[in-house]
Each structure stands twice: as C-alpha cells, then as structure tokens.
C-alpha cells in the first residue's frame, strides 16, 4: 500500500535521516544501529523501520536529498559561466563542498563499488541519481566551445563524470591537511584533460577518433 505523505511524516522521515547522518559520522556506518538512529531522532525503533527498512535505505534517502539540494546551486554554476574549465571548478568544487560534513561517510560507502551492490554509483537502483548527474556535465559542455569529432562527443559528458568519481574517491581516502592533495591531483589533471580536449580537435588526430569512437561505443556497450 502506498503511504500518503504530511507535513508531519514528511517532517519525522527527515528528522529520522538527519539522526541517522550524525550517528553516521560518530559512530560510523557499519557499527550505527537501527536503534541508535532512532533513540537519536527520538522517535520509537518502530517508526524508524516504518520510514526506513534499513540503513541502505537511509544510504539512498541521502543520495537522493544531496542531488535535491545541489540542484539549484548547480543550475547557478553553469547559468553563470560559460567555459568548460569553469564550469567544471564549479561543479566539482561545489561537490567537494557539499560533502564534506559526511566525508567520513562517503569514504565508508566507497567500499561498495560494485555495480551489483545496490548503493554502489554504478548500479541499477543509482541509475536515476546518475544519469541526472551526468545530465549536469552534459550541461557543462553544450555551448562551451567544445570541439570534439561526432564520434566522440556524445561520450564526453559520461567520461566527466567518472572522471569526477575518481577525485572523490581520492578524496575521501586524502589523509593530506584540508585534503590538499585532491585540490592538486583536481588542479593538475583538470589542465591535462582540457588539453588533451583541445588537443582532440586538431585535424591532424583524424585517424585516431575512428578507433577512440569504436572503443568508447564497446566500453558502453552499444556496439
């Protein structure tokens, strides 16, 4: 049956995910209990189940509230800019931003990678939070004076945001004071990508895009 959501449900499920997101970051998220979630938002264990079957589900309410908070931000970001380099600081960096409270977190979640887990950003049960995310970057190169060959650029939104992935999996493992090496790693590797972007338009490089399309069609399976 489906529930039909009130101001004060709608109000106890978001008091019961911000409990859940602080006893995250004190106790950590394998050793947070259901009941300890619950005696932090104040309500029975019952409810708490009955707002949430399981910490995984608390995991995607999360996923799905940071997308829902960034958003507006992240329209802003690429309204008000119009280079890729830009735009891309400005997501990335905001992202970075966002997160951090719950860094502890993420780097717990970074355990399940695999697409077969369901929280994992690669799976089936993510493919909406994904895809919209994905949706972002392909914002970030319309009209900024990308020059990609057809075979290519369709790719492109795609390949940022793993790109993307791999800063914040460095990041959340990054020991480094203020995590000042993934503000390197993000520097440096940015520079190199725009280049290697710029440097992919050269006509000169024409017999290179046929076996780049070809491969990045099999790597998405769409061969």
């Keep these: ?25 004190e106790r950590g998220f394998q050793a947070a209990t259901m009941r300890e979630i619950a005696a932090e938002a104040g309500v029975a264990l019952g409810a708490a189940y009955y707002y949430f079957e399981s910490k995984d589900a608390i995991v995607m309410a999360f996923y799905q509230q940071a997308q829902q908070q960034m958003e507006p931000e992240i329209e802003r970001i690429l309204d008000s800019r119009r280079t890729l380099e830009s735009r891309l600081r400005g997501l990335i960096g905001y ?7 719950n860094r502890a977190l993420m780097g717990a979640l970074s355990a399940h990678i695999d697409p077969s887990h369901p929280l994992s950003p690669f799976s089936a ?23 990609l060959p057809p075979s290519i650029l369709p790719y492109l939104p795609r390949l940022l945001w793993l790109y993307q992935m791999g800063l ?41 895009y046929r076996p780049a399309g070809e491969l990045l069609k099999a790597i998405y399976e769409e061969a």
Aim: hydrophobic share 50%; proline share 4%; net charge positive.
């Design 168 to 208: 914040m999996l460095y990041w959340v493992y990054d020991s480094s004071a203020k995590q000042a090496h993934t503000a390197l790693l993000f520097e440096k590797t940015l520079h190199m990508m725009l280049l290697l972007i710029k440097l992919a338009g050269i006509p000169l490089l024409r017999p290179l």
């Design 95 to 101: 992202k970075f931003e966002y997160f951090h409270p």
């Design 1 to 25: 049956m489906t529930r039909k959501a009130t101001p004060k449900s709608e109000a106890t499920r978001a008091r019961i995910l911000d409990a859940a997101l602080r006893v995250f970051r």
């Design 125 to 147: 049960a993510t493919a909406y939070i994904r895809d919209r995310d994905i949706a972002f970057f392909a914002r970030a190169v319309a009209d900024s004076g990308v020059h």
